[in-house]
């Protein structure tokens, strides 16, 4: 995942009229958030997100 969730987290923040998605990593969790598009550019940024959370959580252990 690198550094694309705190891409997205930038591109919130600046707000997406004002700033451009940013381009998804080439790994495996990057190329399935460049297949994730809505209508507008901010549903865009919020589906990529939640994908990419997801995709970090995925298979942790809860903390005792």
């Known amino acids: 995942m ?3 969730l705190p891409a997205l987290l930038s591109a919130a923040l600046i707000g997406t009229e004002r700033a451009p998605l940013p381009t998804p990593g080439p790994d495996a969790a990057g190329q399935a ?3 994730v598009t809505r209508d507008d550019p901010a549903g865009t ?3 990529r ?3 990419l959370t997801l995709a ?3 298979g942790r252990q809860p903390d005792p």
């Open 2 to 4: 690198g550094a694309d």
């Open 33 to 35: 958030a460049a297949r």
């Open 45 to 47: 940024l919020l589906a």
């Open 49 to 51: 997100a939640a994908l």
């Open 56 to 58: 970090a959580t995925a």
